[in-house]
C-alpha cells in the first residue's frame, strides 16, 4: 500500500500535467481538477467555511481507489483547491475511501466514511469478497486531519445484511447521535434471491461508540440497495432521502438506471430507541439524466443545502461523457437551497450564485436569442394560455435540447449531438408550468420548475460557435455569469 506522501506526490504531479484543462470545463460549477469525480462527501460549514469533499479517482484508470478531493469556500462562489482529504492507506480501506459525512461538535469537524475493502478472487462481492467499515477522523481547523479511527466492522451487522453498507450520514436528535448507513439486505421471494435496500441506524452519546440502534424499510420493496442515505428534519418532519437501486422503471417516473429521492419517516422520532421504522413516499429529487447520491447539510444561518454528483453510475450504455477524452469526468450540481411547501422538498440554486450575475439581456417570445456566453442565468415565465417550449441549439444542424410542458406533463428532450446519447425525460409537474429558471453552464444545465418543485439537471455538449434560445407561450430574461474564482491550490 502506499503511503499518504506518495499518494500525494503521485496525484499532485497528475493535477500539474493534465489537470484544470478541456472546452466543457464549467464556470460555476465545481469539477475534479483532474480524472473522475462522483458523490459530494462531508458537507459542512464550519467557522464560516464551506467545506465540499468529493469521491475523488485522480488516477482514473488505474486501481488506485478513490479518495476524498477538497474545496472549501467562504462564500460559494471563490473557491480554494485544498487537495486530497483522505487517502486509501490502512488495511480498512484500502481498495477506496468511500463516501460519508461530516458533523459539527464543540469546535471540532467530525467526518465519516465507509473503507472499502474488494478482496482478488472468485467472489460475488455481495457476501463474498468485500468489507464494509466504518471509519472517521477528526480536524480542528478542517485541513489537518487526525489519526483515522474505525467505528464498524463487519462484524457490527445484523447477520441478514450483504457486505454492501455504506455512506454513514449523521443525524442528532435529543443530544444523541445517529448513523444512517445505506445496505442492501438478503431476501428472497419465492425462492429467488432478490435482496432489498434498507437503512441501517447505529446511536451514540459521543460521535465515537455506535450501537445498532434500529433500521428504516420501505413497506414494500424498493429496489435490492439503498446508497448514500441522509436523514434531516424540514417541515416538521424527518425527511428520509436515499439513492435506491433496482427499481423499476416507468413511462414518467424512475427512468435512470438509478434513482434519488426521499420520503418522510412514517412517525416523528422521538428520541427513545430507534427500532424498524418506515419511509413513507419517494418523490425523485430531479428528474433529469444526471444527479445522484445528494447529500444535505445545515449552514451556519440555518439553511438547508443540497449538493449532488450530476451524473448516474452505470449510465455509459445510455449516453456518453464527451470529456472522456479532455482528462475528467463528472461535476457536482450547484449547491441548492431546500425549503418546504405543501410537502414538497422545493430546490433553488443557493442565493450567493446570483453575485455572479452581469450583463442582463431579455428574452422575448418567439425570437431565437443568441446567448452572450456559454455560462448564463435565465428566469422565464410562463404565459399560461397553451404549451410552453424552450429550444436551446448549438449551431449544428438538427443538434437541440428542448424542454416543453403543457397542462402538468413536460418532457425534456435532446435530438442530434448535443445531448451526447440523452434522448427524453418526462416528469408530471405538481400544477402548470409558471416559471423556469435555468442555469446553463458550458456544459451542464440544471432546469428549475415552478420554484423548483420540479428538477431536471442535465450534462449537454455543444459543439458549434455559441448557443441560441428561443422561447414559446412565455417570455423571461438572462444574465452572463462570472465564473466561480478558483485557487488551485
Ligand atoms: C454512490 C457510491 C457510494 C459509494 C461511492 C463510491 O455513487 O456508489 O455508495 O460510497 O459511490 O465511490
Known amino acids: 500500500m502506499k503511503t499518504r506522501e506518495e499518494w500525494e506526490r503521485e496525484v499532485k504531479a497528475a493535477e500539474q500535467a ?284 440555518g439553511r438547508r443545502l443540497l449538493l449532488a454528483w450530476a451524473s448516474v453510475p452505470d449510465s455509459e450504455k445510455e449516453y456518453g461523457n464527451p470529456t472522456v477524452e479532455e482528462g475528467w469526468i463528472h461535476c457536482l450540481t450547484v449547491l441548492r437551497e431546500i425549503r418546504e411547501r405543501n410537502g414538497i422538498l422545493c430546490q433553488e440554486p443557493a442565493g450567493e450564485l446570483k453575485t455572479l450575475r452581469k450583463g442582463e439581456f431579455s428574452l422575448p417570445e418567439k425570437e431565437a436569442v443568441k446567448l452572450p456566453s456559454d455560462a448564463v442565468d435565465i428566469e422565464l415565465s410562463a404565459a399560461g394560455n397553451g404549451p410552453f417550449r424552450v429550444m436551446l441549439e448549438d449551431g449544428v444542424s438538427g443538434s437541440a435540447m428542448v424542454l416543453e410542458a403543457e397542462g402538468t406533463q413536460a418532457r425534456l428532450a435532446f435530438s442530434g449531438s448535443l445531448g451526447a446519447g440523452r434522448k427524453e425525460r418526462l416528469a408530471v409537474l405538481d400544477r402548470e408550468i409558471e416559471d423556469v429558471r435555468i442555469l446553463l453552464d458550458v456544459s451542464i444545465a440544471e432546469i428549475y420548475i415552478n420554484g423548483g418543485e420540479t428538477v431536471f439537471t442535465t450534462r449537454l455538449y455543444p459543439q458549434g460557435e455559441g448557443m441560441t434560445l428561443r422561447t414559446e407561450g412565455g417570455e423571461g430574461r438572462g444574465w452572463e455569469m462570472g465564473g466561480f474564482q478558483m485557487r488551485k491550490g
Open 18 to 301: 493534465r489537470g484544470w484543462q478541456g472546452r466543457y470545463r464549467m464556470k460555476y460549477h465545481l469539477m475534479p481538477p483532474v480524472g473522475w469525480l462522483n458523490d459530494p462527501n462531508g458537507l459542512c460549514q464550519f467557522q464560516g467555511v464551506y467545506h465540499v469533499f468529493f469521491q475523488y479517482d485522480p488516477l482514473y484508470g488505474t486501481d488506485s481507489g478513490k479518495f476524498w478531493g477538497h474545496y472549501t469556500s467562504k462564500d460559494l462562489v471563490s473557491w480554494n483547491y485544498e487537495g486530497l482529504a483522505l487517502f486509501p492507506d490502512r488495511q480498512e480501506d484500502r481498495n477506496g475511501v468511500y463516501s460519508g459525512s461530516a458533523w459539527i461538535r464543540d469546535g471540532e469537524m467530525h467526518l465519516f466514511y465507509t473503507g472499502n475493502v474488494k478482496r482478488k478472487g472468485d467472489y460475488d462481492y455481495i457476501d463474498r469478497g468485500r468489507e464494509s467499515c466504518q471509519l472517521g477522523v477528526t480536524s480542528r481547523n478542517g485541513l489537518r486531519m487526525s489519526e483515522k479511527q474505525k467505528f464498524l466492522g463487519m462484524e457490527d451487522y445484523p447477520p441478514e445484511y450483504t457486505a454492501h453498507i455504506r455512506d454513514p450520514k449523521i443525524y442528532e436528535k435529543d443530544g444523541r447521535f445517529y448513523m444512517a448507513l445505506g445496505g442492501r439486505k438478503r431476501w428472497e421471494q419465492e425462492g429467488t434471491r432478490l435482496d432489498r435496500g434498507a437503512i441501517l441506524v447505529y446511536e451514540s452519546a459521543d460521535l465515537e461508540t455506535w450501537k445498532l440502534a434500529g433500521e428504516i424499510e420501505s413497506r414494500e420493496r424498493f429496489g435490492y440497495m439503498w446508497e448514500c442515505p441522509d436523514l434531516f428534519d424540514l417541515g416538521g418532519r424527518t425527511v428520509v432521502s436515499f439513492s435506491p437501486q433496482g427499481v423499476p422503471g416507468e413511462a414518467r417516473r424512475f427512468q435512470n438506471v438509478y434513482q434519488s429521492g426521499y420520503g418522510f419517516l412514517s412517525a416523528p422520532f422521538e428520541g427513545r430507541g430507534w427500532g424498524t421504522r418506515t419511509v413513507d413516499g419517494f418523490r425523485e429529487w430531479d428528474m433529469g439524466f444526471d444527479f445522484y447520491a445528494p447529500q444535505s447539510f445545515q449552514g451556519e444561518d
